[in-house]
């Protein structure tokens, strides 16, 4: 049995060029809430002169994930700064010093068991890169006696149109991303691991293949060229054939699930002792001259990059993430988080249309993955019934967007479906 999905437009125009050396902006605003979890709390004040890869954030919490300066400077500023979701969150503004150089604390971790590599991890600022930036060490942190995992999937998917980083860090970091793999499997005690990419990308799929042959217990996936292959839920059932049902974690059918970019930047960090402090960034759309990657330092706000992006025109609409599960740009300075990987420029690009009555076709429902009936859930909503929504599984919905984009009526089902879905939490 094959998962329904839809064929997209690729639009990988950046996915050939080298990526562009690092950007240095004149200043970065550096948010206290990089993750999935509790905001961290600011270490330095007005005035400090910091270093790259200092500590600047820190929680006690389980869930969250530390913060690190990602240039030489001072703080500037204490403020605050309102995220792509609408929270607002505190944040330093460092401006850039002439010297830029590393903090003393930056130096390879000691690690030599499963304790000591998931407190590096931990300490080393990680979270998710695929996008939803949840703490790396908190996803590794699991109870081998209670929880066995005998896959590491590693997800180099990268299904949505337009984005190349995954797909370039491969390209450019391959026997980084073999070696990361092979930290995880040592100090997990990972018996396995399978690297699932796209078929499209031909010559990532060779370049790993060859690296893999030389290796024990690793191997490549080759998966259909289909949207949303990068979900969790539907990697995991088409490399593995097992399905993970609503309310579980990957560790229920005994896998951990890692984006291609979090294992190499372990790999990096376990070597270098530098946290996460850049990240590559596809610059693209359809008012941008020549498509690229780029790598900036988190903090970069949005106006540093339409140089890089080199655009024709003024764009009227910018995308942070890709088009299908991306989020439109309502403030020019926003900075760049950890979880970004693309900023897409737009011109004449309409996300707004009057939606028309239902025509019962269908199709909504053969696009979704996870079989659900977009319209039944958007009628639910609308009446505000929770045991409608609840029996409909609303809670599976990976807002992937599949529904709208089939929907000959411009109905906004994804966005219906994400509301169902707070509803359902505050009900």
């Known amino acids: 049995m094959s998962l329904h999905s839809i064929r997209l437009p690729h639009q990988k125009s950046s996915a050939e060029a080298q990526t562009a050396k690092p950007l240095l902006p004149p200043k970065v605003v550096i948010s206290m809430s990089q993750h999935g979890g509790v905001p961290c709390t600011p270490l330095v004040q007005v005035g400090d002169e910091v270093k790259t890869g200092q500590l600047i954030g820190s929680s006690d919490a389980v869930i969250s994930a530390p913060v690190h300066a990602s240039i030489s400077g001072k703080v500037t500023a204490v403020t605050d700064v309102i995220n792509i979701a609408g929270k607002r969150n505190t944040a330093l503004v460092i401006e850039a010093s002439n010297k830029q150089e590393f903090h003393e604390s930056v130096k390879p971790p000691e690690v030599t068991d499963r304790a000591s590599f998931i407190e590096a991890v931990k300490n080393s600022g990680s979270v998710g890169l695929g996008g939803a930036g949840f703490p790396t060490y908190v996803k590794m942190n699991y109870d081998p006696k209670t929880s066995s995992v005998d896959t590491l999937l590693v997800n180099a998917a990268e299904c949505e149109p337009y984005i190349t980083s995954d797909y370039r860090a491969i390209i450019e970091s391959a026997d980084k991303l073999i070696s990361g793999i092979k930290l995880i499997m040592k100090y997990l005690d990972i018996p396995k691991a399978c690297i699932g990419v796209e078929a499209d990308k031909g010559k990532a799929i060779s370049m790993l293949s060859e690296l893999c042959a030389k290796e024990n217990g690793i191997t490549v996936k080759r998966l259909p060229s289909a949207y949303p292959q990068g979900a969790e839920k539907v990697l995991i059932y088409n490399v593995t054939g097992r399905t993970l049902k609503e309310g579980e974690l990957p560790l229920s059918v005994h896998c951990l699930v890692m984006n291609v970019s979090s294992v190499i930047f372990i790999n990096d960090y376990i070597k270098t002792g530098i946290p996460l402090i850049k990240r590559r960034l596809t610059l693209d759309g359809n008012i941008v001259n020549k498509p690229v990657n780029v790598i900036v330092p988190i903090g970069t706000q949005l106006s540093q ?123």
């Open 305 to 427: 990059l339409t140089k890089p992006a080199n655009l024709r025109r003024q764009p009227d609409r910018v995308i942070f993430g890709g088009p299908m599960m991306g989020s439109s740009v309502y403030d020019p300075e926003m900075p760049i988080m950890k979880t970004n990987n693309a900023v897409l420029f737009f011109e004449g690009v309409s996300a707004v249309h009057e939606p028309t009555p239902c025509i019962r076709c269908g199709r909504c429902v053969r696009a979704c993955s996870m079989n659900l009936m977009p319209t039944e859930l958007e009628s639910a909503y609308d009446r505000r019934d929770a045991e409608a929504l609840k029996k409909l599984k609303v809670n599976l919905c990976m807002n992937c967007g599949a529904c709208s984009y089939v929907c000959p009526a411009k109905r906004n089902l994804s966005e219906k479906n994400q509301l169902a879905k707070l509803f359902l939490r505050n009900a």
